[in-house]
């Protein structure tokens, strides 16, 4: 009997990619908050893995930077053009919306809803392992 990784780890792997990706996003935003005119951007990460868990899925495809990397599905979450605006608390004279509070607090959450996901599929594995050697 095969087993079904789809099954066994659900929409956690595309949220352990979602949370890389957005790691990205929001880095990119405070190494930008000083830029002129630059505009925070975000993932909206709740609004993306409902639809995955529903079985819709967006059309980013991964890049692959060598013909050699094997390709990857979609992953969960939106190509650039699908990121949001975060829409600033305050306005500023340069036209910058990063909020260097706001992106620290929201990078800590992505990490902790990393380091959470992580925490649960390595349990998953650690079962699915222990189930294959009969322990």
């Known amino acids: ?9 659900g929409t956690h792997d595309s949220a352990l ?6 790691a990205e996003v929001i880095s990119r935003n405070l190494a930008n908050s000083e830029t002129p005119g630059f505009k925070a951007r975000d993932i909206d990460f709740r ?11 967006s059309t980013f495809q991964m890049a692959r930077t060598n013909k050699s990397h094997m390709p990857m599905s979609n992953v969960g979450f ?6 949001k605006y975060r829409v600033p608390t305050q306005d500023t004279v340069n036209g910058n919306t990063v909020e260097e509070h706001v992106e620290h607090a929201e990078y800590a959450k992505n990490a ?5 996901e992580f925490t649960f599929l390595n349990g998953r ?8 050697k009969g322990e």
């Open 78 to 83: 939106g190509a650039q053009d699908d990121l």
């Open 47 to 57: 609004a993306i893995l409902n639809a995955e868990s529903e079985g819709r899925s």
């Open 125 to 132: 594995v650690r079962g699915l392992i222990n189930a294959i």
């Open 1 to 9: 009997m095969a087993i079904s990784f789809e099954n066994a780890f």
């Open 17 to 22: 990619l979602l949370s890389s990706r957005r």
């Open 112 to 116: 902790l809803r990393f380091q959470s």
